[in-house]
């Protein structure tokens, strides 16, 4: 199982590890009434899910994990891909994120 990265948008918001966090242009046009037509998600929901704490999410898929120091975890299938709290990086490949552009 290989992750899959989400496709590139247009504009861009900082992450905890200094690089950018690719966002979707239609989820910043929020209403009063919820989320931007079109989007599915409210900007709450997007503000939870880019704190979700990754190692247990993934715990719970049955990915195993190697506990590093500091509270870092590695994914055993993907070695260099590191996780710490809601984001993960991958300095091999230069790439960074949190649990948004991270699917599997």
């Known amino acids: 199982m290989r992750p899959v ?3 590139p948008a247009r504009t861009c918001s900082a992450n905890p ?3 950018k966090t ?3 242009p239609s989820l910043n046009r929020q209403t009063p009434s919820g989320p931007a037509q079109g989007s599915r998600w409210t900007r ?3 503000r939870a899910a880019r ?3 990754l190692p247990p999410l993934l715990q719970k898929r049955g990915l195993q ?3 590093l120091p500091v509270g870092n975890f590695e994914l055993a299938a993907y070695p260099g891909l ?3 709290d809601g984001y993960w990086r991958w300095p091999e490949r230069h790439q960074a ?3 948004i552009p991270l699917r599997w």
């Open 5 to 7: 990265f989400s496709q």
């Open 17 to 19: 590890t200094g690089g």
């Open 22 to 24: 690719v966002t979707h």
């Open 44 to 46: 709450e929901q997007i």
């Open 51 to 53: 704190l979700a704490p």
């Open 65 to 67: 994990l190697i506990e």
């Open 82 to 84: 590191l996780l710490k």
């Open 97 to 99: 994120g949190n649990a």
